[in-house]
């Protein structure tokens, strides 16, 4: 029913910057939240930001200040602009977006394939 492709991944040295895009495709109604989680080895995936329909924010407070999120509503897409991006932000990114479809009336959690940041020293 929905379709999440995130792209924006890759390596970058400590105190760089990369940008991550989601987009959200297929039978789309609306969508309230659209976020973006992380998990990194041997851990448990985290919340790392989020935004809603009306703009709301939050942020894990390790990101806050260095990462942004935002959204383009008309585009059914996030955004991730992380700068200056440390080790320990290495981690698979995953896109996570709570859609309403035309076939059905509740929101559905979605999630993307993942996209892997990596932080060099």
């Known amino acids: 029913q929905v379709q999440l492709v995130e792209s924006g991944g890759g390596l970058v040295q400590a105190g760089g910057s990369l940008r991550l895009s989601c987009v959200a495709s297929g039978s789309i109604f609306s969508i309230n939240l659209m976020g973006w989680y992380r998990q990194a080895p041997g851990k448990q995936r985290e919340l790392v930001a989020r935004?809603?329909?009306?703009?709301?924010?939050s942020y894990v407070d390790s990101v806050k200040g260095r990462f942004t999120i935002s959204r383009d509503n008309a585009a059914n897409t996030v955004y991730l602009q992380m700068n200056s991006l440390k080790p320990e932000d290495t981690a698979v990114y995953y896109c996570n977006v709570w859609a309403q479809t035309y076939a059905q009336s509740p929101y559905m959690d979605y999630w993307g394939k993942g996209t892997l940041v990596t932080v060099s020293s």
């Open positions: 935004i809603t329909s009306i703009g709301s924010i």
